[in-house]
Each structure stands twice: as C-alpha cells, then as structure tokens.
C-alpha cells in the first residue's frame, strides 16, 4: 500500500481543479488529474510536472460507467487506495430562468454537476475505505444555496437561473446524505463554495482567483480526523443550506 496521501480531482485539467491539483501536489500528495478530454488533460500535465510533482493523468468522464472503471481500475492498480476525492468537475451551459430553461439543459447539468459526482464517488468509495484518511469534497456554489436566494439583499440574487443552481443544491443535499452515512466509517464529507471564480465557466467575469478558490478546497481536502463533516463551507466560514 502506498504510504503516501493519494488524490483524484475530476475535472483538474483546467481552471479551479488544475490548481487545486497543483497546490495539493505542491503538498506532498500523488494527485490524479481527472480530465475528459485526454489531450487537453495531456497538456495539463505537462505543465504542472514542469514543478516536479506527482500528478497523473487518468482520462475520466464522470458521466460514463465505463470511463468510471477504467479510473478505478488505474488508481486501484497504480495506488491501491485513495485518500481524498474532490469532485470538482462541472458544467454551466444555460442560463434560463426557471420557467424557461429547456429540459435537455437541465438533464445535461444534472447528468454532470449532480449524477457525475454521485457516480464517482459509488465509484471510488472502496478506494477511499481503503485509506485511513476517507476526505470527499463536493465542489459546490453558493448559488445552491436556497436560504440565500431567499435574501433580497444577498448580492448574488439576481442570478436566478434554474439549472446550475439547482444542480449545486442537489449537490449539497448529497453531501449531508453521505456523510450522514459515512461519518461511522470515519469519512469526512463537505460542500465547498470557491467563490465567483474567474474561469471559462463565467467567461472569465469571475472576481477571484484560481488559486486563492482551490486554495479553500484544498484546505477542507485536507482536514483531520477532527475536522468536520456534513458542512457547506467557503472562504472564511460557513454558508447557509
């Protein structure tokens, strides 16, 4: 078994989970980087083993089974267990308003923001019991969050689009399920809000950084035995189901 802390992020070829895989890489870990597309995962990791890390590519579409296993089967086989899996890759491919949006753009966010991540961790779970650490970030956004889309005053209330919000909130409902169940098996399970990120998800009208956004993820990526589980977290504190 690997003693060293081992580590998949979906999604890591770019934007916020290319650096949340550089900077827990930076840390220590062997860090599997989750891409779909296996050219542009190519290109990713060619760029961050210029810093002499232990990244690895593993081609991964979280909405095929078959792709699932094969990931499994590669980390399984190269690593034997899994410390942390950080659900990172999502989608954000309408912008209609609830009464509005087109049911094929809410089945395909789903199918990737909340099936996806369901999907993967059914996946890798005998990989992460296989640890002794047992950590599951869930990617989210405080845009799933209903109580705050319940404040006028909220910044972000304009933002009423139905099918990225609510795949964030079917998100953050999976992680207080799951570590309900988990949390006798050890497991560490939580939500984490980047923040309104500048990446291509938004065209870049994002206000903060990649790295100060993983920099959250990695921090809950990488809590202790004491640290918490069923909770929605972001920079500084906590946010409101």
Known sequence: ???????????????????????????????????RDKSRGEAALSDLQKQ????????????????????????????????ILVNNAGIAIDRSAPSEVPLESLRNTFETNYFGAVATTREMLPLLRNSDFRVIVNVSSELGSLALHNAPEWSFAGVNILAYNSSKTALNAFTVLLAKELRPQGFRVNSVNPGYTATDLNQFRGTGTVQKAAAVIVKYALIGADGPTGGFFTTGGTLPW
């Not at 081992?6 to 900077?23: C, F, P, R």
């Not at 593993?58 to 980390?75: G, H, M, N, R, W």
């Open 1 to 35: 078994m690997n003693p060293k802390r081992i580590a998949l992020v979906t999604g890591a070829n770019k934007g916020i989970g290319k650096e949340t895989a550089a900077q827990l890489s930076s840390k220590g870990l062997t860090v599997y980087l989750g891409s």
């Open 52 to 83: 002499d890390r232990d990244i690895r590519l593993v081609e991964l579409d979280v909405t095929a089974a078959t792709s699932l296993k094969k990931a499994f089967d590669q980390i399984h086989s190269e690593s034997g267990k899994l410390d």
